[in-house]
């Protein structure tokens, strides 16, 4: 196919003519709907020639979202296609498909039970309530915290726009609980005590003294059932009250 191409015989020509057509392949558009993603491949092709294979970028991305593959309509149906074959042809259109990304979530209760609301994973672009309902013998929940330090401010949701793996702590604070004392009108002259820490209990005082009487002990009831109390055991819960019970004293008179 050397020099210019002919359109005409002329007048004056003779003899028998041999003419060879020239095909030029015909170039095509590529047009892609990432629906929101980006495609990261830097070459990319936007168009193909008829009778060359043609690869479709593969390098995509979405926030939260997985790349499923491209498709030849929007209803995603059929097979996914990586390119076009030499023997196609014709504009094209691909539609990238994507699956929404599952993340997994790690609880750590900090030897807490969590009663209800567990939650072991995620999907990207929900908004998820982290469990409140959550107990320990002795302590009081105070939420949720992305490190074991429990810096920050607890965390109460996984937003929609979170994205990866998440653990989060649970932190506990100690209860303390009130003690109420009844010396029925006698005096503690040391080791009051008025509160007491789970895991640590107390020891209730001794030297109680009331003008005219001998201490009995401490008792939980104003009945004075059962025996005398010294201590609160230190896997007590709750707020006590004990009373004092006092034996009139006798005196000899000589």
Do not use: C
């Amino acid at each position: 196919f050397n020099g210019e191409a002919i359109t005409t015989i002329a007048n004056n020509e003779v003899g028998d003519k041999v003419f060879y057509a020239m095909w030029a392949a015909n170039e095509y558009t590529i047009t892609y709907e990432v629906a929101g993603g980006l495609i990261e491949d830097a070459n990319y092709k936007t168009s193909y020639t008829f009778g060359n294979e043609t690869t479709l970028p593969a390098t995509m991305s979405k926030t939260g979202h997985k790349f499923a593959g491209w498709f030849t309509n929007s209803l995603f149906e059929g097979s996914a296609v990586t390119g076009i074959s030499a023997t196609e042809y014709g504009n094209k259109t691909f539609y990238a498909k994507w699956n929404v990304n599952n993340y997994k979530v790690t609880l750590n209760a900090n030897g807490g039970t969590i009663n209800n609301g567990k939650v072991s994973s995620y999907i990207y672009g929900t908004t998820i309530l982290l469990p409140i309902d959550v107990t320990k013998t002795g302590y009081t929940f105070n939420g949720w915290y992305d490190n074991a330090e429990f810096e920050g401010e607890p965390i109460l949701t996984i937003s929609s726009t979170d994205l990866g793996d998440k653990t989060f702590y649970a932190k506990f604070s100690v209860n303390t609980y009130n003690v109420i004392l009844v010396t029925n009108e006698g005096v503690i002259n040391s080791g009051n005590i008025e509160s007491y820490e789970f895991g640590k209990g107390a020891t209730l005082p001794a030297d109680v003294t009331k003008t005219g009487y001998t201490f009995g002990g401490w008792y939980s009831n104003t009945s004075y059932i059962g025996g005398t109390v010294s201590s609160i055991a230190d896997n007590d819960m709750g707020d006590k009250q004990f009373w004092a019970r006092w034996k009139e004293q006798d005196y000899p008179i000589t």
